[in-house]
């Protein structure tokens, strides 16, 4: 059973409300959420970068005859100052880690958001609901996903993690997912840093792993991807993935480990990684 709320089959019943949002950024989770929003049925109302051409670019996209449901254009899409977005019901801060606190305190400076009281969001796994502790209305939306600006995301199968000031921005999250689909679960700024490091190790990790297998196994790599997804699949089936472990290391074949170690001389990277996780490996083996 999902340990998700599902936003469609929660227990308020309440008819779920559009809200005018405003983006700042323009990158990979900017370009696919906004997109994802808007084909859900809420209004894009700005999106706002310091490069201009590349936040055109986006509003490019959004207001194209089979993306837009809307009287917006390009140029009114694109804000030419911060300013522009206290207008809005929802500005959703989809910018680096790094950027969050920046970015809030420019908009907690600006009188049009001190007379306004948009929500203000950010959509990051690892960054502390309190760095927007300025604003009234203020939470996190963050998706448990990999996104990208060159493969479309189906917003049903991500998880959101959420986190609100009030009950206010608590329907505003919902209904964003309602909106989208999506399952969501209510969480504080310390679980969700976990998850956000968990993923790191099935996703970035991963992605690494395989890129080393690719360089070994070329030209064949296309081979691997039946293995790839069938290992992810039956991790995920069972108690813990360490239950059905396989592999040299896990039987202690110490010939198999001598001879894949010798083909890797020529690859001190991947020899390096194939010993630590050999080990670990083994060590977990005689534990069990």
Request: overall charge neutral.
């Amino acid at each position: 059973m999902s340990l998700l709320l599902n936003s469609q089959a929660g227990e308020d019943k309440m008819e779920k409300k559009s809200y005018r949002i405003s983006f700042v950024g323009y990158g990979n989770l900017a370009y696919r959420l906004s997109l994802a929003l808007k084909y859900s049925g809420m209004e894009i109302e700005y999106i706002f970068g310091k490069d201009l051409q590349e936040a055109s670019k986006l509003a490019y996209i959004l207001n194209k005859p089979e993306n837009s449901h809307s009287s917006y254009q390009i140029e009114t899409t694109v804000a030419q100052n911060l300013a522009t977005l206290a207008g809005s019901d929802i500005v959703i801060l989809a910018v680096s880690d790094r950027s969050i606190a920046e970015v809030a305190a420019a908009l907690s400076y600006l009188k049009e958001f001190k007379s306004s009281t948009p929500t203000i969001l950010h959509c990051s796994g690892a960054s502390e609901a309190s760095l927007l502790y300025d604003f009234e209305n203020n939470g996190v939306l963050y998706p448990l996903m990999t996104l990208s600006k060159t493969k479309p995301v189906d917003f049903s199968v991500v998880p959101f993690f959420l986190e609100y000031s009030n009950e206010k921005v608590k329907r505003e999250l919902t209904d964003i997912c309602y909106f989208l689909k999506s399952e969501y679960k209510f969480t504080d700024s310390q679980e969700r840093i976990k998850l956000h490091l968990a993923a790191v190790y099935v996703s970035n990790f991963v992605n690494y792993l395989t890129g080393l297998a690719f360089d070994l196994a070329k030209p064949n790599q296309m081979f691997l991807m039946s293995l790839a997804i069938e290992t992810i699949r039956k991790a995920f089936l069972y108690q813990h993935p360490s239950l059905v472990q396989t592999g040299p290391a896990k039987r202690g074949d110490i010939e198999t480990l001598e001879k894949h170690l010798k083909l890797l001389q020529e690859y001190p990277e991947h020899k390096a990684v194939y010993e630590i996780l050999s080990g670990f490996i083994s060590q977990n083996r005689k534990l069990l």
